[in-house]
């Protein structure tokens, strides 16, 4: 049974070294302009390279969020932005709209292609669809039981992801339209404003409970308790979610996912220290969907996250060593060869030490001091040590350089970059928006004494009763509407229909009308 992939949130160059540091396998980030954390230190061509680097040196995947919902105007720039992607060698793209999955496959085929979890795949066929168009992977909706999740997996011929731990938010998914309407931020074009966050009164409050309560905020979602169950069950990632967080909350969450995947024990109180809204809810997961899921964060809570930031910094102080290699020295009469593989590259160091002829065997002293890697992503599996007419003694301090110059050399080549083969793709020009010289403005006034002079060269019609027609002067009549009341239950009344059929002789422009009856 393969491990499940431990996938961290990254809004800056900070939460990438807290991330991968603190051992996650994988760090999601979004490319400037076109993900749905626009709050976030997003990347762009250049630093997006430079992660890819920095990670993949260090055995950790890189996925690139491009995953809101694009307008026609944006496709330009959005191929770019896949183009981008594809020439930094990042290992996959998280996307909702399929317009951008398209692209994706049209620009860079072989680059693999996520679903996000904005696509609310919340069943079977949801996911088998995504595997017709050429998915890798599917991000199962938040809202999804255990038994769900699992009967999706092992169904549906494609790797599945799910979020375990970090903000839930009062909708489906993600696709949450609210604050666009209060406020003109929309949440799936990465402006969201969190509303949901604030206070709202539906009822009047209970007897004894002054305030306002939060009948929308849902706590933080973590169910690290679970990893080895959806490990078990085959589910491939482990999303945290949180790129508007800190690194220190970042590093925690990675810690206790590490732990949690191997059914260790882990701090609970750290992690919650770090972040928090009243604790943490497992409702959906777990199939109990009820009142405990909702929480606010509270002043006493940010008070625990700012007395703990010393003990998360610690957290990724010093880079873990992940990347297995083997090491084999070589000593004879006159110097030292050092070789270390990662299985695919090769890097050599030379040394100049003169070697002495030892009294004892050398051999489990140089093995140690090749082993000390710490502060580097290597770890040392195999080290053979070969001398030609020794034994032969070799000062630590020299056996150190060695280690350390094989493996920089080894840091610098898995560094190079291994971009997606990326096709010239034609986008077909977006048709003209036809619209006039000018904007228009009709104006409805209830009388004719109403109108000032400033409106009768600023607007393109008025409208008027139909019975304040005859007052409006002739040379404005074929600029005038006449507007009729509305049609009485029952049928018309009060001469609306003579007035209406006389209208036009009275030279107006027409008629407007808000009953079919009419």
């Known amino acids: 049974m393969s491990k499940i992939e431990i996938l961290a949130p990254v809004g800056s160059e900070e939460m990438l070294r807290a991330a991968v540091f603190s051992g996650a396998d994988a760090v999601y980030l979004g490319f400037s302009g076109f993900n749905a954390r626009t709050g976030a230190g997003n990347f762009d061509a250049d630093s997006l390279k430079e992660a890819v680097r920095f990670c993949h040196a260090r055995g950790v995947a890189v996925h690139v969020a491009l995953n809101t919902t694009v307008y026609g105007g944006e496709l330009n720039g959005l191929a770019d932005a896949v183009r981008a992607v594809a020439v930094s060698g990042a290992d996959a793209v998280i996307c909702q709209d399929l317009a951008v999955a398209k692209l994706i496959g049209d620009i860079a085929p072989q680059l693999p292609r996520h679903g996000s979890t904005q696509m609310s795949v919340h069943t079977l066929q949801g996911a088998l669809e995504l595997k017709e168009l050429g998915f890798a992977r599917v991000v199962l909706a938040r809202e999804l039981s255990l038994p769900e999740v699992e009967h999706i997996t092992k169904n549906c011929g494609i790797e599945t992801e799910c979020f375990v731990h970090g903000a839930l938010c009062m909708c489906v998914s993600g696709q949450c339209y609210m604050s666009a309407f209060l406020g003109g931020r929309s949440g799936n074009r990465g402006s969201c404003a969190g509303p949901c966050r604030l206070p709202f009164e539906a009822n009047a409050l209970p007897e004894g ?51 949690g995947r191997e059914g260790r024990a882990y701090d609970r109180d750290l992690l919650k220290n770090a972040f928090s809204r009243s604790g943490f809810t497992s409702g959906y997961l777990d199939g109990k969907i009820d009142g405990t899921m909702f929480g606010v964060r509270s002043e006493a809570d940010a008070e625990l996250t700012k007395k703990t930031l010393p003990a998360l910094r610690e957290l990724y102080r010093r880079e873990r060593s992940r990347v297995p290699v083997e090491m084999k020295i070589e000593i004879e009469e006159g110097g030292e060869k050092l070789t270390v593989t990662d299985g695919t590259n090769k890097a050599f160091a030379y040394g100049d030490a003169e070697p002495q002829p030892a009294r004892t065997d050398p051999t489990e002293s140089l093995s140690r001091s090749l082993s000390k890697t710490g502060g580097t992503p290597f770890a040392a599996e195999k080290i053979d040590v070969e001398m030609d007419g020794g034994p032969w003694f070799v000062p630590g301090s020299a056996v150190n350089e060695l280690r350390r110059e094989a493996l920089d050399a080894l840091l610098k080549k898995r560094e190079t970059l291994r ?14 928006r036809t ?59 009060g001469g609306t229909p003579r007035r209406t059929a006389a209208a036009p002789g009275a030279g107006v422009g027409g008629c407007e009308g808000g009953d079919i009856c009419l």
């Open 435 to 493: 619209l006039p010289p000018h904007r228009t403005l009709r104006a409805r006034f209830e009388r004719w004494e109403q109108v000032p002079e400033q409106a009768l060269s600023g607007v393109e019609y008025l409208i008027l009763p139909i019975g304040q027609a005859d007052r409006v002067p002739r040379e404005w009549r074929e600029k005038t509407l006449s507007a009729a009341p509305p049609g009485p239950v029952g049928g018309l009344g």
């Open 419 to 432: 971009p997606w083969p990326v096709n010239e793709v034609e986008l077909p020009p977006l048709p003209l």
């Open 209 to 259: 409970k002054p305030g306002r309560l939060h009948h929308l905020s849902l706590k933080d979602n973590s169910v690290i308790d679970k990893l080895d169950k959806l490990q078990a069950i085959g589910v491939a990632s482990a999303k945290i979610e949180g790129r508007l967080r800190t690194p220190e909350y970042v590093a925690a969450a990675v810690s206790a996912c590490l732990a």
